[in-house]
Nanobody, 123 residues
Framework: QVQLVESGGGLVQAGDSLRLSCAAS????????MGWFRQAPGKERELVAA???????YYADSVKGRFSISRDNAKNLLYLQMSSLNPEETAMYYC?????????????????WGQGTQVTVSS
């Protein structure tokens, strides 16, 4: 099994930056692609950014140019650097991992999930 633990969430003001971290442990040999999803109240969970097993990245259109995903395989860490945050991005942010190397926007295709870290952006 893979355990994912997110950190770095909090309350920020519109326009601020924030960096989320995700620490992976357990059967990390089975981890290939990793990503960040978010879910706002009353909305579906959406893929925000992901990085494939080969290092290619995906970003949702709404965050392109403002968010950056990276991973440190030596430390089993995944990061999401977020800038120019706006109140509509208030949500629970989840780290996810899958065995396949490719990125998939369907949350059902991701097998491991963290508990989430809350990001609240005030106006």
């Amino acid at each position: 099994q893979v355990q994912l633990v997110e950190s770095g969430g909090g309350l920020v003001q519109a326009g601020d930056s924030l960096r989320l971290s995700c620490a992976a442990s357990g059967s990390i040999f089975s981890i290939n692609a990793m990503g960040w999803f978010r879910q706002a109240p009353g909305k579906e969970r959406e893929l925000v950014a992901a990085i494939s097993g080969g290092g290619s990245t995906y970003y949702a259109d709404s965050v392109k140019g403002r968010f950056s995903i990276s991973r440190d395989n030596a430390k089993n860490l995944l990061y999401l650097q977020m800038s120019s945050l706006n109140p509509e991005e208030t949500a629970m942010y989840y780290c996810a991992a899958r065995r396949a190397p490719s990125i998939n926007i369907d949350q059902a295709r991701w097998s491991s999930w963290g508990q989430g870290t809350q990001v609240t952006v005030s106006s």
